[in-house]
C-alpha cells in the first residue's frame, strides 16, 4: 500500500520556468512533510519541510503548498535552473510522542531542466 | 544540517556473504535511522537505532538478516546477511536535527550482489 504517491516520474521544464513537483498522500495521520533532492550516487538532501499547521512554507525559490483536505503538497521551484536537475522525493511522517520518526517516501519524480 | 559519512560507498559482493556498512556522524545523535533504495524505488525504512537499546525494525525486516549496532552516540552499523541478488540496493543512514527533528541522510552504499 503506497501511503505516498508521486504520480508522475518524470517532469522536463525549460529553464527559467517554474517547475511544479506533485504529491499525494492517503493517510490522514501524516503531519509532516519534507522534500528531499537526490542527485545519482548521492543521498538525498533536505529541501523544505511544512507542517500540517500551515498550507505554505517558502524557502528562497523554493515554496511548498499543503492541501490538507485534498492530501496534497506541491513543491514549486521558480526560476527552474539547470543545477535542479535531479530526483525529488516527497516524504510524510506522523508526529508521535517521541517526535517526527518514520519517513514514509514517495517513489519519485526525476525532474530535468532544460537549457 | 548533519555530516554523515558512510563506508563504503560501494561494494560488489558473492551471494552467501555478509557485509557491514558503517554510519558515522559529526556530533552526538540520540536517533540513527537505516533505509534500503531498491533499483527504481523508494527508500524504505529498515530499523532505527538507538544508542543503548535494540533496534526497532520494520515489517518486513528482521534482526537476523540485518543485525545493527550502535555503540555509541556518533556511530551505527547495519550488516546485511546472507546476502542474495535481491539485496541489491542502495543503503543509507540518516539522523534527526533541528527543532523539527528533520532526517538528513548520508552519501548512502551502494551494493551489488552477485
Known amino acids: 500500500d503506497q501511503q505516498v504517491k508521486q504520480n508522475s516520474p518524470s517532469l522536463s521544464v525549460q529553464e527559467g520556468r517554474i517547475s511544479i513537483l506533485n504529491c499525494d498522500y492517503t493517510?490522514?495521520?501524516?503531519?509532516?512533510f519534507l522534500w528531499y533532492k537526490k542527485y545519482p550516487a548521492e543521498g538525498p538532501t533536505f529541501l523544505i519541510s511544512?507542517?500540517?499547521?500551515?498550507d505554505k512554507n517558502e524557502d528562497g525559490r523554493f515554496t511548498v503548498f499543503l492541501n490538507k483536505s485534498a492530501k496534497h503538497l506541491s513543491l514549486h521551484i521558480v526560476p527552474s535552473q539547470p543545477g535542479d536537475s535531479a530526483v525529488y522525493f516527497c516524504?510524510?511522517?506522523?508526529?508521535?510522542?517521541?517526535?517526527?520518526?518514520?519517513?514514509?517516501f514517495g517513489t519519485g519524480t526525476r525532474l530535468t531542466i532544460i537549457p | 544540517s548533519a555530516v554523515i559519512s558512510q563506508k563504503p560507498s560501494r561494494d560488489i559482493c558473492q551471494r552467501g556473504t555478509s557485509l557491514t556498512i558503517q554510519c558515522q556522524v559529526d556530533?552526538?545523535?540520540?536517533?540513527m535511522f537505516w533505509y534500503r533504495q531498491q533499483p527504481g524505488q523508494s527508500l524504505t525504512l529498515i530499523a532505527t537505532?538507538?544508542?543503548?537499546?535494540?533496534?526497532?525494525?520494520e515489517s518486513g525486516f528482521v534482526i537476523d538478516k540485518f543485525p545493527i549496532s550502535r555503540p555509541n552516540l556518533t556511530f551505527s552499523t547495519l550488516t546485511v546477511s546472507n546476502m542474495s541478488p535481491e539485496d541489491s540496493s542502495i543503503y543509507l543512514c540518516?539522523?534527526?536535527?533541528?527543532?523539527?527533528?528533520?532526517?538528513?541522510f548520508g552519501p548512502g552504499t551502494r551494493l551489488l550482489v552477485l
Open positions: 493517510n490522514s495521520m501524516f503531519d509532516y
Open positions: 511544512i507542517s500540517s499547521i500551515k
Open positions: 537505532a538507538n544508542q543503548g537499546s535494540e533496534a526497532t525494525y
Open positions: 540518516s539522523v534527526e536535527r533541528g527543532l523539527a527533528e528533520t532526517q538528513y
Open positions: 516524504a510524510a511522517s506522523a508526529a508521535s510522542n517521541f517526535g517526527n520518526e518514520k519517513l514514509t
Open positions: 556530533s552526538q545523535v540520540t536517533m
